[in-house]
């Protein structure tokens, strides 16, 4: 293993996950100067190192009743913040890491000092994941394109299919992690990750729609209630989003 990363050989691992799409969507989470994301959440300041907090794409209220303001509050502003922080501390003494997106460290973790790879594996994954996930929230009232549609019903059984699996993904997660919506090899399929694992490390897929299961995303709202807090949540997702990110994927 070597200390010194190759910005190509992230920049080749995006490619293969079928990340380098939508270039005209460009990200403050893409590294400087370089590759799109699927992430498009601007960015605050962040005077720590290169990785940012994403301001909410909406008002910590926007989700209720479904997800509580609090919450949201708490789960952004404390929970997302610190994985940003502590994605900053761990590549603190990494100059070739700190060129890397968020992506790139995700997808290339294999490439990464193990001295820092557990703290960029939890770190980068919940900062990639927690910025997924405010994206894919906030469009109450919106469907999956007919492209998806279609696709869910080819591969899945159909949009409450997937739905039904999505939260029985979830609630068999022991602990803490994520229920995914995936495109593994041109199809949709249903994963889970441990902790804040994402699917693009094992390459079981990319993600197109993932819903956190940790207790901190629903205790205040539902105690011990993963199931109800599931059920709900699907209220909230942006279709719009999520579409967009499935055609993203097939098209690269
Ligand atoms: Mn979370």
Redesign the pocket.
């Known amino acids: 293993m070597t200390a010194t990363v190759s910005r190509r050989s992230f920049v080749g691992a995006m490619a293969g996950a079928g990340l380098l799409v939508g270039q005209q969507r460009a990200s403050v989470l893409a590294a400087p100067g370089g590759a799109s994301s699927i992430l498009t959440n601007a960015a605050q300041d962040a005077p720590d190192g290169p990785h940012t907090l994403p301001d909410l794409p909406y008002d910590y209220a926007a989700l209720e009743p479904h997800i509580d303001t609090l919450t949201m509050q708490i789960?952004h502003d404390k929970?997302h913040a610190a994985y940003v922080a502590n994605l900053n501390k761990a590549v603190a003494d990494y100059p070739d890491l700190q060129a890397l997106s968020v992506e790139q460290l995700v997808t290339g973790l294999d490439s990464v000092p193990e001295a820092i790879r557990t703290a960029v594996r939890n770190n980068a994954g919940g900062h990639f994941n927690?910025s997924m996930f405010w994206e894919t929230m906030g469009a109450s009232g919106t469907k999956p394109s007919d492209v998806l549609t279609s696709a869910l019903d080819r591969d899945l059984g159909g949009l409450e299919a997937m739905q039904t699996a999505v939260n029985e993904a979830g609630t068999k997660r022991f602990g803490s992690g994520w229920s995914w919506l995936v495109v593994q090899d041109g199809k949709l399929a249903v994963v889970s990750s441990p902790n804040q694992d994402s699917s693009l490390m094992d390459n079981s897929g990319t993600p197109i729609l993932g819903v956190?299961v940790?207790e901190?995303?629903y205790y205040l709202l539902y105690q011990n209630k993963r199931a109800d807090y599931l059920t709900a949540w699907w209220n909230v997702v942006n279709w719009d989003v999520v579409s967009q990110r499935y055609a993203d994927t097939l098209a690269s």
Do not use: E, L, S, V
Request: zero cysteines.
């Open positions: 789960h929970h927690h956190d940790w901190h995303a």
